[in-house]
């Protein structure tokens, strides 16, 4: 199997803060980046080998549930989005669901960013066409959406925290949109999560 590499490694862009920056922007690289759709009427059979293979109970739509080390958003009914530190876990989820339903590797196909600062929810505001207020939009919540006309998965990891998933083509110009939108109040570049 080629090496994954993320979209943004090698990004050179500038740095734009004086002394510890307000916001920062970084890539996250997931061992495992997987889609799962459920074949009607395999719903339930689906959840239940995802919680075999994640030990996470699929969330509501519109919610996520877990950590860096293994995170399952629902994104709609009998589908769902999974980040892994696991290399392994398209296999596992493949063998455990069988015929039940889809699993697409996405590892190749999407990159991950992550933006953390009190600042994050009003610069993303300024591209997103949500409320991300956290009244409206809290922590645990995940929305398909567009940032800056670019399609996104993006999930609110917490009051100052939120992971955008976008196609691996977009990584770039969404890392250039966000470092523009985030120059008046400071940011930095970091290397990864």
């Known amino acids: 199997m080629p090496e994954r590499r993320s979209a943004l490694s090698g990004y050179r862009g500038a740095t734009a803060a004086d002394g510890p920056a307000p916001?920062?922007?970084?890539a996250a690289t997931p061992a495992a980046l997987a889609m799962v759709t459920a074949f009607p009427p395999s719903e339930r059979s689906v959840r239940t080998a995802l919680k075999t293979a994640t030990s996470l109970a699929v969330p509501k739509a519109g919610r996520f549930a877990g950590d860096d080390d293994m995170l399952l958003a629902a994104l709609s009914p009998g589908r769902c989005l999974l980040l892994s530190a696991s290399p392994d876990l398209v296999s596992a989820l493949r063998a455990a669901i069988g015929d039940k339903g889809a699993v697409t590797d996405l590892g190749h196909a999407r990159a991950v960013v992550r933006i953390t600062g009190e600042p994050a929810e009003r610069l993303l505001m300024t591209g997103v066409m949500l409320d991300l207020s956290d009244s409206a939009f809290p922590a645990g919540l995940v929305a398909e959406t567009v940032v800056h006309h670019m399609d996104v998965t993006l999930l609110r990891r917490?009051?100052?925290?939120?992971?955008?998933?976008?196609?691996?083509?977009?990584?770039?110009?969404?890392?250039?949109?966000?470092?523009?939108?985030?120059a008046p109040i400071g940011f930095e570049v970091r290397t990864g999560v």
Not at 23 to 26: F, P
Not at 158 to 182: C, K
């Open 23 to 26: 916001v920062a922007i970084a």
């Open 158 to 182: 917490g009051a100052a925290a939120f992971d955008i998933v976008v196609f691996r083509g977009f990584a770039v110009s969404l890392l250039e949109w966000l470092t523009d939108a985030a």
